[in-house]
């Protein structure tokens, strides 16, 4: 089993900045991917952005590109830097982890085996 715990969520107000944490534990294999995704009212939910605990390969949804930046602590932490923020970024912001065999699959929510509880992200104007 996994455990994953996110933190850092908050209020802030557009063009401000978050910092999102998920701590991991449990039986972490490195091939594991790493995944934030987000989910608002009514949404599907989306994919942000990812990576390998091994490697440095890291892809970024299209919403994430260029504000987000997505990074990993040698004690299975990982973290989701976002400037930048606007009002459409308000969701419930998940962390997600499992042995995801492709990189295609790396943001497709689906491939994903366990989950942390969420952070709620609101961004107001």
């Known amino acids: 089993q996994v455990q994953l715990v996110e933190s850092g969520g908050g209020l802030v107000q557009a063009g401000g900045s978050l910092r999102l944490s998920c701590a991991a534990s449990?039986?972490?294999?490195?091939?594991?991917?790493m995944g934030w995704f987000r989910q608002a009212p009514g949404k599907e939910r989306e994919f942000v952005a990812a990576?390998?605990?091994?490697?440095?390969?890291k892809i970024y949804g299209d919403s994430a590109k260029g504000r987000f930046t997505m990074s990993r602590d040698a004690d299975y932490t990982v973290h989701l830097q976002m400037n930048s923020l606007k009002p459409e970024d308000t969701a419930v912001y998940y962390c997600g982890t499992g042995d995801v065999t492709s990189d295609q699959e790396m943001g497709l929510w689906r491939a994903y085996d366990y989950w942390g509880q969420g952070t709620q992200v609101t961004v107001s104007s």
């Open positions: 990576l390998r605990w091994s490697g440095q390969q």
């Open positions: 449990g039986r972490i294999l490195t091939r594991f991917a």
